[in-house]
């Protein structure tokens, strides 16, 4: 799980830690030109709208349509615009092995609102060998059940209390720290600082920076 606001370097990071990722799909909701569109061709991502490339290549960007994730009731019915989220979510599931990156998890995994199959990765992707990644901007409004199952967590700034109070119940830890980080708007060497919690440790771990690869 990556939670970040808006230009803090949640992206980056998760770019940071795909780079030896040999078979991933990015589920590209923001669909930000200069985000994984321009990356993914850079790192031999094939970037398309067409669920059937999932099957096709190792590394994918898959730009999300929201009109496939609002047309929840076109789910269960080809033709539909909402059934090309039920395909990509199957294709990627058949792969195995595979790195799933969801972002924006707010708009892909909604609370109480997500597709049975988005759900079934976060929850069961190890049984077809496959893991899935959750990038938001808030974790409040996504299924409840990532912060509690992820078993890692890179957070940056969270000056929300409720926010922060919400995390802390679901990784239990103490979340304050978290409050406490650096941002944009820091010095140079606290600007993208954030910090790190692995399920079952009684502490988070501050850290620097990764290099730039966004």
Known sequence: MFVGPPRHGKS??????????????????KRHPDEWARWGPKHGYVV?????????????VHQVDNRALTDRGGWTKPGRIGYRWTEALARFI?????????DETVQTLPAGLAHPDARRIQTQGAAF???GWFGTQIANCIDTLIPRLSEHA??????????????ASARAVDCD?????????????RRF??????MGDDAWTVCGAVDQVM
């Open 12 to 29: 980056n990071i998760i770019a940071w830690h795909l780079e030896p990722c040999r078979s991933v799909v990015i589920f590209d909701s």
């Open 48 to 60: 398309s709208e067409d669920p059937v490339d999932i099957s096709h290549h190792a590394k994918v």
């Open 94 to 102: 058949a792969r195995g092995h595979t790195i799933g990156v969801f």
């Open 129 to 131: 060998g496959s893991g």
């Open 154 to 167: 890179f957070v940056f700034r969270m000056v929300g209390r409720e926010e922060r109070a919400r995390l």
């Open 177 to 189: 720290v978290l409050a406490t980080l650096g941002g944009p708007n820091s010095e140079q060497d």
């Open 193 to 198: 600082e954030f910090a790190y919690h692995r």
